[in-house]
C-alpha cells in the first residue's frame, strides 16, 4: 500500500490509517514529541513553509518510545524532559509490531506521533519547537565561552601584606564583573534612578563597583566564578537567539536546565580527583550565591533544582580532606629546625611549617597566619593570628611550644627572625634559576609574603628530599 505524503496534492491519508496511528504514548506524558530514526533522511523533505512533518518513505512501523533510564528507577530528570536524543542510533527500539488489520501484507508506515484531534477534520502533528533542538549545542557554546574566559590577575609577588594582596586582587575582580551585570541587577543594586539624571555614568560605575566589593571575599575570587557563570549564561542566551537581559529573571527550570547540563558535560569528561561530579553543585552554590548576595533574579527553589546535579557531598570519586603531617614528617621538620648549620632559608622555613602545624593550620591561612611571642609565657605558647580565615573571621591560634620530641628551644629566636621580617612568618624567597621548586638552592629571603603555592613547593621540596624522599605520588597522597 503506498501512502500518499501527507499535504501533497495527490490526496490525503486514509482516515482510519491516521486514527490507528495517533500518539502512543501520549505526547503529554514526555512533554515533546520524538522525531523517528529516520527523521534526518530523505523522509524530511516536506517539511518546508508547509510546517509539517511527513510520514517516512520506509514501510516498517515505528517503535513506541521508552521511558528514558537515567539511574533513578525511571524517573525523568529536566535534562531528559527537555534535551532531545543526541543521535538516530540513540532511538529506542523494539522489536517488529504486528501488521495493521487495514492492510495485509503489508506493515504500517512509520510517522510522527499525532496529536489528538480537536475537530472533526484532519488530527494536527506535533511540531518541533526549533530552540529545543538547539539546547545541547547551546550548553556546549556556553561552556567553552566559559573556559576560554581569560581574566588577567596581577602578581601575588611584590607585596609586603597579605591583606595589601587581597584588596588589590578584589578591586580588580569588581572593575572585571561590573560590565557583566545585567541591566535589572544594577536596577537592584542602585535603585530606581529614573527622576535622578544627576547621576551620571561614572557615579553608578564607582557606587558599583563599591556595592559588588562587599560581597568580594578573599582575593575577589567568589567574584570571579560569578564572572565566569554569567559569561557562561550570556553565551547560552546568544546560542538560542536571545539577549543576556532576556535570561533574567531567570525561572526554575531554566535554572536547573543549565546545572544539569554543566553536571553532564563534566562527568561524561571524568576530569579532576572526583570525575567532575562537583561540577554542577559548584554551578548551583555560585547562582545562590548571585541571588542571595547580588540581587540577581534566580528561582532556584523546588525539586527540579535540588534534583538537576547531585550535592558534592553524594558526588563520586575520591573526596578531598584536609591534610595532615604524618609522624615523619612532623619529625623530619623539627630536626631541621633545630638542627645548627643549616641554609637560613632552609632552617626558617622548616620552623614556620612546624608551627602551623602544631597548630592545625591550613595552607591558605598560613600565607596569612603572624606568629608572635605571647605575653605571658614567651618561651612556652605559640600564639599567631591571621586577619581572615575560611569563614571570614580572624583566625586566633594558641599551642604549646612542644614538639614530637620535646620542647621547642628556639621559638624566641624565630619570632624575631620574623619580626625583622615585617611580622611574616611565610616570606617570598630568592636564589637562583630552580630555586622555587628546591629550597635548598635559596639564599635570600624577601620581606614580602609568599603565596599559597609558593608554601606548598617549599614543603614539597623539604620532604622530597632525604632522608623521606617522598615522590610526587607520595605527596599527593599525604598532603
Known amino acids: 500500500?503506498?501512502?500518499?505524503?501527507?499535504?501533497?496534492?495527490?490526496?490525503?491519508?486514509?482516515?482510519?490509517?491516521?486514527?490507528?496511528?495517533?500518539?502512543?504514548?501520549?505526547?503529554?506524558?514526555?512533554?515533546?514529541?520524538?522525531?523517528?530514526p529516520s527523521a534526518s533522511g530523505a523522509g524530511?523533505?516536506?517539511?518546508g513553509a508547509r510546517g509539517i512533518l511527513p510520514f517516512d518513505r520506509d514501510d516498517r512501523a515505528p517503535?513506541?518510545?521508552?521511558?528514558?533510564?537515567?539511574?533513578?528507577?525511571?524517573?525523568?530528570?529536566?535534562?531528559?524532559?527537555?534535551?532531545?536524543?543526541?543521535?538516530?542510533?540513540?532511538?529506542?527500539?523494539?522489536?517488529?509490531?504486528?501488521?495493521?488489520?487495514?492492510?495485509?501484507?503489508?506493515?504500517?508506515?512509520?510517522c510522527l506521533p499525532l496529536q489528538p484531534s480537536t475537530s472533526r477534520g484532519e488530527p494536527s502533528l506535533s511540531v518541533v519547537s526549533p530552540d529545543v533542538s538547539r539546547v545541547p549545542l547551546a550548553l556546549a557554546a556556553a561552556s567553552r565561552a566559559r573556559s576560554e574566559l581569560r581574566i588577567s590577575r596581577p602578581s601575588k609577588a611584590g607585596f609586603a601584606t597579605v591583606k595589601e594582596r587581597e584588596t588589590v586582587f578584589a578591586a580588580q575582580a569588581a572593575e572585571f564583573l561590573c560590565p557583566l551585570l545585567s541591566a535589572c541587577v544594577r536596577r537592584g543594586l542602585l535603585g530606581n534612578l529614573e527622576n535622578f539624571d544627576f547621576i551620571g555614568e561614572p557615579e553608578q560605575r564607582c557606587m558599583l563597583k563599591d556595592a559588588v566589593l562587599v560581597k568580594s571575599g578573599a582575593c575577589g575570587d567568589q567574584l570571579i566564578k560569578v564572572a565566569r557563570v554569567i559569561t557562561f549564561i550570556n553565551a547560552f542566551a546568544a546560542a538560542v537567539d536571545r539577549r543576556p537581559d532576556d535570561m533574567w529573571p531567570m525561572p526554575r527550570a531554566v535554572a536547573a536546565l543549565l546545572i544539569s547540563g554543566e553536571h553532564r558535560r563534566a562527568t561524561s569528561a571524568g576530569r579532576g580527583s572526583r570525575g567532575g561530579?562537583?561540577?554542577?553543585?559548584?554551578?548551583?552554590?555560585?547562582?545562590?550565591?548571585?541571588?542571595?548576595?547580588?540581587?540577581?533574579?534566580?528561582?532556584?527553589?523546588g525539586a527540579v533544582v535540588a534534583g538537576a546535579a547531585p550535592k558534592a557531598k553524594e558526588g563520586g570519586g575520591r573526596r578531598s580532606v584536609a591534610a595532615m603531617c604524618s609522624p615523619r614528617a612532623y619529625f623530619l621538620l623539627e630536626h631541621l629546625a633545630a638542627t645548627a648549620g643549616m641554609l637560613i632559608v632552609l632552617c626558617f622555613y622548616a620552623r614556620s611549617l612546624l608551627l602551623a602545624a602544631l597548630n592545625g593550620i591550613r595552607l591558605q591561612d598560613a600565607e596569612r597566619i603572624s606568629f608572635f611571642a605571647d605575653e605571658l609565657d614567651p618561651s612556652g605558647i605559640i600564639r599567631g593570628r591571621a586577619p581572615i580565615s575560611k569563614d571570614g573571621e580572624p583566625l586566633n591560634v594558641y599551642a604549646p611550644a612542644q614538639g614530637p620530641s620535646g620542647p621547642?628551644?628556639?621559638?624566641?629566636?624565630?619570632?624575631?627572625?620574623?619580626?625583622?621580617?615585617?611580622?611574616?612568618?611565610?616570606?617570598?624567597?630568592?636564589?637562583?634559576r630552580g630555586s622555587k621548586s628546591d629550597i635548598s638552592m635559596t639564599h635570600k629571603l624577601l620581606p614580602q609574603v609568599a603565596s599559597k603555592d609558593e608554601i606548598r613547593a617549599a614543603l614539597h621540596s623539604i620532604v622530597s628530599a632525604l632522608p623521606l624522599g617522598w615522590s610526587p605520588a607520595v605527596r599527593k597522597s599525604r598532603f
Not at 504514548?25 to 523517528?36: D, Q
Not at 562537583?278 to 540577581?296: H, S, W
Not at 621559638?411 to 637562583?432: M, Q, V
Open 63 to 110: 517503535p513506541p518510545p521508552s521511558a528514558p533510564s537515567n539511574g533513578r528507577d525511571g524517573a525523568f530528570s529536566v535534562a531528559d524532559r527537555i534535551l532531545p536524543a543526541a543521535s538516530a542510533s540513540a532511538m529506542p527500539t523494539r522489536g517488529k509490531r504486528k501488521r495493521s488489520s487495514c492492510s495485509k501484507g503489508a506493515t504500517q508506515p512509520r
Open 408 to 432: 621547642i628551644l628556639w621559638l624566641e629566636e624565630h619570632l624575631a627572625a620574623i619580626r625583622g621580617l615585617n611580622n611574616i612568618s611565610f616570606p617570598c624567597r630568592e636564589g637562583k
Open 44 to 47: 524530511l523533505a516536506g517539511i
Open 1 to 36: 500500500m503506498t501512502v500518499p505524503e501527507l499535504g501533497s496534492p495527490s490526496g490525503r491519508c486514509d482516515e482510519a490509517i491516521l486514527s490507528a496511528r495517533l500518539c502512543w504514548p501520549p505526547p503529554s506524558a514526555f512533554g515533546a514529541c520524538w522525531l523517528p
Open 277 to 301: 561530579a562537583t561540577v554542577g553543585d559548584d554551578f548551583c552554590k555560585v547562582l545562590i550565591f548571585m541571588c542571595d548576595n547580588l540581587g540577581f533574579p534566580v528561582d532556584l527553589d
